[in-house]
């Protein structure tokens, strides 16, 4: 059985995180973040969780930052679907997010 913490119906969690869609994060018992991913797959979750399981506990084992950059298919339109069967408050706070993402990008730009 596994913990899953679960952001209250206002999103603070989300706000403090970056306003990402469908952003995970695994945490040790400490707080540590021990995975991140700026978008969800359950799969790659799985999979994570599965290898941390079988690493040797105890001074034999480390950790380490690594980041990892994969291609996603990216369908727009369900996507936006997906949204809207989420509700209105769902499709407009990505929109607006996408704002809030564009204008940092122009911000970055002019420096």
């Known amino acids: ?11 603070s969690v ?3 995180y970056g306003l990402l869609p469908n952003m ?11 995975y991140k991913a700026m978008w969800t797959s359950a799969a790659r979750i ?6 941390r399981q079988e690493q040797p506990a105890g001074p034999a084992s480390a950790t380490f930052y690594a980041e990892h950059l994969e291609p996603l298919l990216r369908d727009r ?5 997906g ?3 989420n509700g209105p408050r769902a499709a407009a706070e990505f929109a607006r997010a996408e704002q809030i993402w564009a204008e940092r990008a122009r911000a970055e730009r002019r420096r």
């Open 1 to 11: 059985m596994r913990p899953i913490l679960v952001d209250d119906l206002d999103g």
């Open 14 to 16: 989300h706000r403090a």
């Open 24 to 34: 995970s994060w695994v945490l040790d018992r400490g707080g540590a973040i021990l």
């Open 46 to 51: 799985g999979e994570f969780l599965d290898r």
């Open 77 to 81: 339109a369900a996507f936006q679907r």
């Open 83 to 85: 949204l809207e069967r």
